[in-house]
């Protein structure tokens, strides 16, 4: 079993239009973010929550929306797709209290054209 | 704001030789982390060594860490084509919950 999955792999979409990306953990982690990787494979976190409460929200732009249902699930909205949104964007949970340890989703390639 | 920089940031050797990479960071930190990323694929832990650890081995991985200097490094042993992937350091940001990565030193192992 996928320890952390998120879908689709691939993204294809035109500029403007509104797309989400979905990931799930398996794992009982209390946290969860959403990182971007860009073309020059620099990754940066984006959001991340602990048990449902957003706990970072870093400068994103506000057409992107995390939710999160549950503690077992971060969803990622995207509102008015842009040329430079296109990137690699990664989920990945980790345990609470001290625990370092990241575990990373297989990443959703997002083009926009 | 990036914490962690690697070096080199391309890096190509021959099945069996070693692999040194080395990250930097800029403030204090109780750990440090370093990860793979086999391409098109996400990152995978492979080691995490703590501020009071100087060296750590897990299988043909050893780390350092020297925090009067502010740097770690990567020693990939005996290099397998397998082992060509990206790989990043990461350290913790403010709060707790934030890991912040380095930009990655990118391995290819020729056969």
């Known amino acids: 079993d996928t320890a952390v999955s998120q879908t689709p792999k691939y993204l294809v979409t035109q500029m403007g239009n509104d797309k989400s990306i979905k990931c799930e953990q398996n794992?009982?982690?209390?946290?969860m973010y959403w990182y971007k990787q860009d073309s020059k494979k620099f990754l940066k976190i984006m959001f991340s929550y602990n048990n449902k409460e957003l706990i970072i929200n870093e400068t994103v732009p506000n057409r992107f929306s995390p939710k999160s249902p549950d503690k077992a699930h971060l969803n990622l909205h995207i509102n008015s797709l842009e040329l430079g949104d296109s990137a690699v964007y990664f989920c990945?949970?980790?345990?609470?209290?001290?625990?370092?340890?990241?575990?990373f989703g297989s990443g959703t390639q997002l083009s926009v054209l | 704001s990036q914490q962690g920089e690697e070096d080199p940031q391309a890096l190509s050797i021959q099945e069996g030789e070693n692999a040194t990479m080395n990250c930097s960071y800029k403030t204090s930190i109780n750990n440090l982390q370093w990860y793979r990323q086999n391409s098109g694929r996400g990152l995978v832990h492979l080691i995490l060594i703590r501020s009071n650890e100087r060296e750590k081995h897990s299988g043909r991985l050893r780390v350092t860490l020297d925090t009067s200097k502010k740097s770690s490094s990567l020693l990939i042993t005996a290099s397998r084509a397998a082992d060509t992937a990206s790989y990043f350091c990461a350290t913790p940001g403010t709060g707790g919950f934030k890991t912040i990565f380095g930009a990655g030193t990118r391995l290819f192992v020729k056969a």
């Open positions: 990945a949970s980790k345990e609470g209290g001290a625990h370092e340890k990241l575990f």
């Open positions: 794992l009982g982690h209390d946290t």
